[in-house]
């Protein structure tokens, strides 16, 4: 039989990197790995939660209330985390399901999310997504417009955990991850979802604090 990478290996392995560059760059804060498990089966998850993991990731409502109410019965920890773009007549489902949003990116979603965290007595951490290199077909929120999304999420009673961005394909990260962790900053927030398979451990050298692992956990997807 051909060698194939367990699950708890690659795991293991992505952890030993991570720490690695935390320790490179001279971080002891906790650096929050998520699991990424959008288009997985059921029994390609398992493993990892066998292997003790606990936070994922998915982009879509109805694929995770597929997959994730049986899986939650059995390991009864988890933590599932919205990274997909957020459509405001699904906020319900969303504030149900998830443990943590990071695609808040418009006004229209704040309402949306605010008056359904109320409504369930459930106040999830969200991140502002940015639309960090300004590319017309991406998801985000501009630069420019941090400051209000944040006001007005905040005055909604909604927490907002930090920022959050997937940077241009193609190009180096680097600029942009330096970019959203100033941002950050300015606007006084401590969260950074940013990094994924091929460049989670430039994003915690830039300041990730979390980072959304895909690929390098569960293969590449068709
Ligand atoms: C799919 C996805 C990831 C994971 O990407 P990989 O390259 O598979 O690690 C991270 N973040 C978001 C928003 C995604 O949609």
């Known amino acids: 039989m051909p060698h194939i990478d367990q699950p708890s290996e690659l795991l293991r392995n992505i952890k030993l990197k991570m720490d690695k560059a935390a320790s490179l760059a001279r971080r002891d804060d906790d650096i929050h790995l998520i699991a990424i498990s959008k288009t ?13 993991h606990r936070i994922f990731g998915e982009n879509r409502v109805q694929e995770a209330e597929s997959k994730w109410p049986d899986l939650r019965t059995e390991f009864r920890d988890v933590k599932l985390h919205m990274v997909g773009q957020l459509q405001s007549n699904k906020a319900a489902q969303a504030v149900r399901l998830f443990d943590a949003i990071h695609s808040l990116d418009r006004v229209s979603l704040v309402k949306a999310l605010a008056k359904e965290m109320k409504q369930q007595g459930r106040y999830i951490p969200c991140f502002l997504q940015v639309n960090i290199g300004e590319e017309s077909q991406k998801g985000g929120c501009e630069i420019g417009n941090i400051a209000d999304l944040l006001e007005k999420s905040k005055a909604s009673g909604i927490p ?6 997937v940077p241009p394909t193609g190009v180096s990260p680097t600029p942009y991850f330096a970019l959203l962790s100033q941002l950050a900053k300015t606007h006084g927030l401590r969260g950074l979802s940013m990094g994924m398979s091929g460049d989670f451990e430039t ?7 979390h980072v959304r692992v895909g690929t390098a956990l569960f293969g590449a997807r068709d």
């Open 203 to 209: 994003a915690i050298k830039l300041g990730a604090t």
């Open 160 to 165: 907002v955990a930090g920022l959050m961005c």
């Open 40 to 52: 997985r089966e059921v029994e390609e998850i398992r493993p990892l939660l066998q292997a003790g």
